[in-house]
């Protein structure tokens, strides 16, 4: 493994890092909006619709983003689903379903990520697959493996992130999904470069 390329994925992260700050913001304003005139409070309901983690806003390089800049899925009106959506899939069950069960449904050893992926922070969520997690209780060792060094995971994540999202809420259902966009080129010069060939 090259170390260089998870240095360069942890930087191309780090301005992402910065709409988790500018959500603090806005979930303190918020607080402090309830507490006091109605008014206030219509405001801080816009923020927290602002601060939604699934609605697709904006595409940057071929992916959609909420407005916080987390990737998101996004379904057209006719049913087109993204095509990184639609990677996810198939990167999920190649190297997270023998763990945590077909489409994310979950199993007797390891969590149901397709509830993980709405419920968790997305840098949360990143975080546990790049650098792993081991619980021990007295009845069981239970370990997910740390991917941080797999380029076949972390250059798909943001991928499978968003399909696992795209279940949780059932805006995809089970199965592979019938329609999808064909590959963007500018995902696939960032997959390229990602993946360092
Ligand atoms: C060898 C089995 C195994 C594989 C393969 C595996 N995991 Fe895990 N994963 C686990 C276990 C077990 C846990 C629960 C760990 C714990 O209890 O802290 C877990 C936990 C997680 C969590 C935290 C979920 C939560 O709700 O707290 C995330 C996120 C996650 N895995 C993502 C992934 C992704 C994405 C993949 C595929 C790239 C993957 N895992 C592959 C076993 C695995």
């Known amino acids: 493994m090259n170390p260089d390329r998870t240095a ?29 005139a109605a008014p206030a409070q219509e405001a801080a ?20 983003f909420t407005a916080e800049g987390v990737p998101t899925y996004k379904i ?12 996810g899939f198939r990167r999920y069950h190649s190297e997270c379903h023998v763990c945590h069960g077909p ?41 997910m493996p740390s991917f941080g060094t797999n380029l076949n995971v972390m250059c ?7 399909y696992l999202k795209a279940r949780g809420t059932d805006a995809v259902p089970r199965g592979r999904p019938a329609k999808r966009e064909e590959k963007p080129e500018e995902m696939r010069t960032a997959e390229a470069a990602c ?3």
């Not at 699934?54 to 390089?61: G, Q, V």
């Not at 798909?156 to 968003?162: A, E, H």
């Open 45 to 64: 309901a816009d923020n927290l619709a602002a601060a939604d983690n699934l609605t697709a806003i904006t595409r940057e390089e071929g992916r959609w």
């Open 156 to 162: 798909y994540l943001d991928d499978i992130y968003t």
């Open 195 to 197: 993946l360092g060939t």
């Open 103 to 143: 489409e994310g449904e979950g199993s007797s050893y390891a969590p149901a990520l397709k509830e993980s992926a709405v419920a968790m922070d997305y840098y949360d969520f990143i975080g546990v697959v790049a650098d792993g997690r081991t619980k021990v209780n007295a009845a069981q060792t239970s370990v």
């Open 8 to 36: 360069c994925r942890h930087r191309r992260l780090q301005p992402r890092l910065q709409p988790r700050l500018r959500r603090a913001a806005l979930a303190l304003a918020a607080l402090g909006a309830t507490a006091t």
């Open 76 to 87: 057209e009106a006719d049913g087109t689903l993204d095509w990184a959506t639609y990677s």
